[in-house]
């Protein structure tokens, strides 16, 4: 087990690339299984969760060719077998989409049940919902998913909460079936548009992505595209806040800044300099940051997976700050490990208080979840001395390369393996 030890207190400084939005790249590839034809795949993260779904594509027999780092051809034609592995699905939350995917293109899937953070309870209740209104029926035994149709026929679907995966996996279900789909309550991330845009290129008629309604009108065949993923808003984040917690000034290049706009908001609430330029964005950050509260809410809202990178700024930000965590009811577990390096936070269920301290100090801390992980980077950054990350297997399922381009920003960082 490798680990990361971070020499605290130089300021970022530079430019960073942004690379493919992990929760897009997860959803677009299931999605690949209902095209007839070849797809061509940009701007792919390289990231564990990545990969771990393109296993499960050739788990089930399609053919998948890389061309450089960031490029894949999929062709689905040869797919044979409607159930996906137990070990490969247990191993990310998104091989869910494989139950609409498959669902789609053979009226039957089996999917065991995803694995993914642990970050509280995270039920996939608004996914069957959908199934069950599109005419499956869908059957739970020895923690496998088991979704059959004799036809697929489009309904309208009022989800009672606003979920990401299930507004995906109801569309890759409602893409070929018959007549019109509605969703209502739709999610509006940038992910539910990017893999909309991907469907339309293939063929489907989806209208009203990235609004609260959806509709889908079935569509007999989805042929090939050649797609580009978008930019990782999280990704984005982070490094927008590590720069501002190491009180440094870098260029976050790549990116689509209005996908950005609540974080940017709560950083120039909070003092930090940030100036958009583009399809670019400079964070500068020359003294203590201010505190200001923060309630995680679906998209446009501020998003709950930067939650955690953000409680590390606030924790040494002048002042008291609050947040509300609705998203997610165990999405505080980074709490302890910030603890451990001085941070002052109460949690009491869903909210935590946080008084800010001028610094933090180096430890050894755990990444207990991806984004916990992401905190415990910027916390290390930003902390005076060392700080010695493990359980970088969370960290690698979502950032590309971070090591690297956090030392083209002049961090001093270094992974070592146990052993050393
Ligand atoms: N929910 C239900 N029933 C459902 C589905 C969701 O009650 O059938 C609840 C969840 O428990 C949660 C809320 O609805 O309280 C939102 O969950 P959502 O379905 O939107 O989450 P998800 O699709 O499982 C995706 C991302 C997460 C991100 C959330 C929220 C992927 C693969 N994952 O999860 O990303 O936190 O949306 O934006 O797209 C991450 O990248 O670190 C990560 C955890």
Same mark, same amino acid.
């Given at each position: 087990m490798d680990k990361l030890i971070i020499e605290g207190g130089h300021p970022l400084k530079g430019e960073v690339n942004i690379s493919g939005a992990k929760n897009s790249a997860v959803a677009i590839l299931p999605a690949?299984?209902?095209?007839g034809e070849t797809c061509t795949i940009k701007n792919l993260p390289d990231i564990k969760d990545v990969s771990n779904i393109i296993d499960i594509l050739i788990q089930l027999g399609a053919r998948v060719e890389r061309e450089g780092h960031d490029k894949l051809i999929v062709n689905s034609n040869n797919i044979d077998t409607y159930k996906v592995d137990f070990e490969l699905s247990k191993?990310?939350? /998104?091989?869910?989409?494989f139950i609409g995917a498959l669902l789609g293109r053979f009226k039957k899937a089996e999917v065991p049940f995803p694995g993914g953070c642990d970050i509280g309870v995270r039920p996939i209740d608004q996914h069957i919902k959908g199934f069950e209104a599109l005419g499956a029926k869908i059957t739970i035994e020895h923690g496998i998913i088991r979704a059959e149709a004799d036809k697929l026929v489009g309904a309208s679907i009022f989800l009672d909460v606003v979920s990401v995966g299930a507004t995906i996996n109801i569309m890759l279900a409602a893409c070929m079936a018959k007549g019109t789909t509605t969703i209502e309550n739709a999610a509006k991330e940038p992910y539910i548009v990017d893999t909309a845009n991907f469907l339309n290129a293939l063929g489907a008629n989806i209208k009203? /992505?990235?609004?609260d309604e959806i509709k889908i009108k079935g569509v007999e065949r989805l042929g090939g595209c050649e797609h580009a993923i978008i930019p990782d808003q999280m990704e984005a984040g982070t490094y927008m806040i590590a720069a501002a917690a190491s009180k440094g000034n870098v260029l976050v290049k790549n990116i689509i800044p209005t996908h950005l706009d609540s974080i940017s908001a709560k950083m120039k609430e909070m003092g930090v300099e940030i100036i958009e330029n583009g399809d670019s964005l400079r964070v500068i950050a020359n003294g203590r940051p201010k505190a200001a509260n923060i309630k995680t809410m679906p998209y446009p809202g501020f998003p709950t997976d930067l939650q955690q990178p953000m409680s590390v700024l606030l924790s040494v930000a002048d002042g008291t700050a609050i947040i509300n965590e609705s998203i997610y009811d165990g999405r505080f577990k980074h709490v302890d490990e910030l603890k451990k390096m001085g941070a002052k936070i109460n949690v009491e269920g869903r909210i935590a208080v946080i008084e800010g301290v001028p610094k933090l100090s180096g430890a050894p801390v755990c990444a207990t979840d991806l984004r916990a992980g992401a905190a415990m980077v910027v916390a290390g950054l930003s902390a005076e001395g060392e700080t010695i990350i493990s359980n970088l297997a969370h960290i690698e399922r979502g950032y590309e390369r971070l090591e690297r381009k956090l030392l083209e920003l002049g961090a001093k960082i270094k992974r070592v393996s146990e052993e050393d």
């Open positions: 690949a299984i209902l095209a191993k990310l939350r /998104a091989s869910y989409y009203g /992505a990235g609004t």
